[in-house]
Each structure stands twice: as C-alpha cells, then as structure tokens.
C-alpha cells in the first residue's frame, strides 16, 4: 500500500459510485432548467472576509469550521464553506441587479468545514443548491420549494420529511431576539460558551443548540411565532397555502432557525430518517439582507443547499440501480479467433448505440463469463471463426443462461426488443 493517504475528512469517488454521483447532478440539470436556472460556478478560493460578514461571526461556520490561510502575499482566503455568499458576491460583482430580476441559479460543487469527521460529515462534501435573487414574494418561497420537492421525487423519494418554520423579517427578529434575551439573561450562567455569546449576537441562534440542558431551558422560552409582525405571519401562511394546493407534505417546526446568520423569513430543512446523527440533507431559507450585507442594494433572495453526499447515502435503490447499469454486451472472441475481430464487432455495436465492452486481455470463455457476470454485464457475445463467416454471434443471455443464435446485422435491434419487452413484463 501507498504512504499516501487522503487528507482526513475527504473521499475518493469512484466507479460505479461515481455514474450514481452523475446521475443525481444531470436529474439537478434537467429538474432546475424546467424552472428557468442557470448554473454558476465561482471559485472554491474567496476572500475570507465574504463569509464573516455574510454567514456571520456567530455561525460555528465562521467560528471554528473555516480552511482559513494566508496566501503567499499575506492575504486571508478560505476555502468555500458554503456556496450562496459565493453567489451573491458573483451576482453583484457582475452587475446582475441591473436585471433582468430575478436571477435564477443554481450550483453543484465541493465545500469545505473543518469539522469532526464521521458517518454522513466530511472535510470536504458537496453541495447542490439553488439561489433566487430579486424576488421578495411568498410565491417564489413555494415555487422554489416545488422545485426541491419535484428534484427529490425524481430520484425516487417519497419518505423525506420537510421541516418548515419562519424566523421572520428583520421587526419580527429584533423583537423576538429581545424577549429571548430578557427571558434568558437570569440564566446566563446556566448556558455554555457558545450560547453564552450568541445571547450578545444573535439569541436566535441558541435556539439550535444541541445541548440537552438549554434545550430543557429554552422549553419555557417565549416563541418565536409569538413575536411575528402581520407581514411575517401573512407571508408564511401564503407560503404554506401554496405547498398545501401542491400537495408538498411538511411539518412546521418551530425550533427551526438554520446554523447560519443571514435567514430571513422562511427556513426549511430537509431530513431523513435513513441517516441517524448527521439527519439533514438539506437545508434552506430567505436571506432578504444578505445582498445588502454585502454592499450591494437591498436585493431579497431565497435558496437551498442538499448536501450531495448524504442525499447519494440514502438514494432509493432503484435510481442507483438505473444509474450504475453496466454496458449490457461483452463480446468475446472464442476458439481462437483474432481479439481484433471482437474489437471490430464491439465497434459496431457502438456505432448502433449499444454500450459494449471487448474481452480484449484473452482470458479462457469460462473466465471471461465468470468475469461478466461479476460485473454485472447482461449479454456475451460470442464470436468464432464460423460465427464470423456467417456474420452471425451466439449471444448468451447470463441472467437467465440461454443461448442463441443471432444474426450480427440484427443484433441492436435485437438488444433492444429484449430490453423492452423485460421492461414491459415489469410494469
Ligand atoms: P448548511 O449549509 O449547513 O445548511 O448545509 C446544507 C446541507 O449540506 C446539510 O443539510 C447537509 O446535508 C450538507 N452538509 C453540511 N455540512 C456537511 C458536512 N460536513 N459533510 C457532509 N454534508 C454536509
């Protein structure tokens, strides 16, 4: 073995696990371009001071959890550890809030969180998200929604549950933020040091914590839904009418409000039973300040990131069974014949469309079936010298080991009514 091994917390994506990978980002491609996305793709290198001010000093992102390092002149840059300040700056940097509004885009890529390591959490992971600048309406907040909802339907899901709730706009925070602060400052002492901070910063924030004894505290806390201007509520209930009409099943939750500083109004996760500790699979909301926050005008915006990696952990089994389908013909030359022959006839098969693989590396028949039936191949191909006069294969089905005799002209459309006639049987 190697004295090289990845940096911890990163993974190696392989074959066939990549086709799945594959499969999942084209279904993005296809799903976001029927809501009129686009992509982008900004640097995984930023300035570090993005991500200060936009996922905020009191986000464990900022935290703790950046690749944070000088470049060689001195200057702080970091490692992207979540993708929409990385939007927002390339919007405004391109003069998109000059129209036409909104934008719509999404992006697939790595992200980076020096956090511990373990089943679903990674260094290194990716995400696949969507933004939508320029349009402050609960329509849009549903319409983005349907969008997740319909992506996640076409890999098969139906078990996902959707957590939704509001942390309102910027009235109904400060409000709620005061009476949190009121409520918890005799407490003080009772909450640790993360919390302790966010009680000057951001009280909202203490209402994600994991700790089971300011959970215990914070269940005689004032609620947040308590504290939201008409606005807030109006919005909200637009949005939810409208998931309701679309038949996009959620729970509204009302400890929900995101490990990040710039949400606004609707906040949703997404999770799954399937994962254990690490449960989120994706996580999202408004942001009707950040653009603001960045020196931009007041643009509102909404979005969402999956995390790619865990939503591939619990991928329904039929659609990684479609993604990683191997090429359904081995051609492989018998008694002898030239291992060019088989390239030629392998050739063929692909020029008619039909994913072929060639026993090139001349192993015995037996050993080359044993091989293609390891890897998951349908159909060999045998070809000989007389199968060659006569332009014909003996094609060997090894699911259900028949054998026939097919004439070599005809073996695409062969393949292909086999192909359809199994689906068809299955329906
Ligand atoms: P966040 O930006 O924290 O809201 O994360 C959005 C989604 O990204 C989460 O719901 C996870 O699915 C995924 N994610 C976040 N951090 C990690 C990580 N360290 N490893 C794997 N997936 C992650």
Redesign the pocket.
């Known amino acids: 073995m190697s004295e090289y091994r990845r940096v911890k917390g990163t993974r190696d994506l392989l074959p066939p696990e990549t086709a799945v990978w594959a499969a999942v980002e084209a279904t993005a491609r296809r799903v976001f371009a029927l809501y009129g996305y686009g992509e982008v793709r900004t640097p995984v290198l930023e300035h570090t001071e993005l991500f200060v001010r936009s996922v905020g000093e009191s986000s464990d992102i900022v935290g703790k959890e950046m690749y944070t390092f000088d470049d060689r002149k001195g200057r702080s840059v970091t490692l992207r550890p ?1 993708n929409t300040a990385s939007v927002a700056r390339a919007f405004l940097e391109a003069g998109m809030q000059a129209g036409p509004l909104p934008a719509k885009l999404f992006y697939i890529g790595p992200q980076f ?1 020096y ?1 511990r390591p373990q089943k ?4 290194q ?1 990716h ?1 696949i998200g969507a933004e939508l600048l320029g349009d402050a309406s609960p329509q849009a907040d549903a319409e983005l929604l349907l969008m997740l909802d319909r992506f996640l339907r076409e890999l098969g899901f139906r078990e996902l549950e959707v957590l939704l709730n509001t942390v309102g706009d910027a009235e109904s925070r400060r409000a709620y933020g005061e009476a949190l602060r009121t409520f918890l400052a005799p407490h003080r002492e009772q909450l640790g040091p993360d919390s302790q901070r966010r009680l000057e910063t951001n009280p909202l924030r203490i209402l994600d914590t994991k700790d089971p004894a300011e959970r215990e505290l914070l269940a005689g806390a004032p609620a947040l839904a308590d504290h939201l201007t008409d606005a807030a509520r109006a919005h909200f209930a637009t949005v939810r009418a409208l998931l309701d009409r679309f038949g996009v099943k959620y729970r509204v939750s009302e400890r929900l409000v ?3 500083d710039y949400y606004t109004d609707t906040v949703f ?1 997404i999770v799954s039973k399937d994962l254990g500790a ?1 449960d ?4 999202g909301g408004r942001y009707d300040e950040l653009v603001a926050d960045l020196g931009g005008p007041r643009i509102p915006g909404i979005g969402f ?3 790619e ?2 939503l591939i952990d619990v991928l329904p089994a039929s659609f990684r069974a479609h993604a990683t389908a191997r090429p359904p013909v081995l051609v492989v030359p018998v008694g002898g014949l030239a291992v060019d022959e088989a390239v030629a006839l392998g050739e063929e098969l692909r020029t008619a469309g039909v994913p072929s693989e060639v026993e090139t590396a001349g192993r015995a028949l037996r050993k080359a079936l044993e091989r293609a039936s390891k890897l998951g191949v349908r159909w060999a191909a045998l070809v000989g010298q007389s199968e060659l006069e006569r332009a014909v294969v003996q094609l060997k089905d090894l699911a259900k080991g028949e054998q026939h005799e097919v004439p070599r002209a005809a073996l695409p459309m062969y393949l292909e009514s086999r192909v359809e006639a199994e689906a068809a049987e299955k329906e």
């Open positions: 979540e969180r956090e679903g959490r990674y260094r992971f995400q995101r490990g990040l996760e690490q989120a699979v994706c996580g990131a999956i995390g990696d865990r």
